[in-house]
């Protein structure tokens, strides 16, 4: 069982950057990924980043690569998305989501927070 919580969006500017938090209470062990989604109105719910725990690796939405770094602390069991650059297109509702294997879909992420709003101007 695990309850994350998103903080850290906000309105920013084309060009800008906003660091998300996606903070966890709970354990289910070290053996699972976080991810990163985002949704927009009237839109799917699109992959973004995802990070597994035990090792650090990531993957990154093609969209977002080099703009967009997911990094993980394990004292505080958080985990941050550090977006740069941010374009209008970056606009939507952003959501952490944990899951037992490193995936981009989305139905395999058992748990998900309760979204924070990032909305970039031009």
């Known amino acids: 069982q695990v309850q994350l919580v998103e903080s850290g969006g906000g309105l920013v500017q084309a060009g800008g950057s906003l660091r998300l938090s996606c903070a966890a209470s709970g354990r289910t062990g070290s053996r699972y990924s976080v991810g990163w989604f985002r949704q927009a109105p009237g839109k799917e719910r699109e992959f973004v980043a995802t990070i597994r725990w035990s090792d650090g690796n990531t993957y990154y939405a093609d969209s977002v690569k080099g703009r967009f770094t997911i990094s993980r602390d394990n004292a505080k069991n958080t985990v941050y998305l550090q977006m740069n650059s941010l374009k209008p297109e970056d606009t939507a509702a952003y959501y952490c989501?944990?899951?037992?294997?490193?995936?981009?879909?989305?139905?395999?992420?058992?748990?998900w927070g309760q979204g924070t709003q990032v909305t970039v101007s031009s």
């Open positions: 989501a944990a899951s037992r294997i490193l995936t981009i879909n989305a139905a395999r992420y058992n748990f």
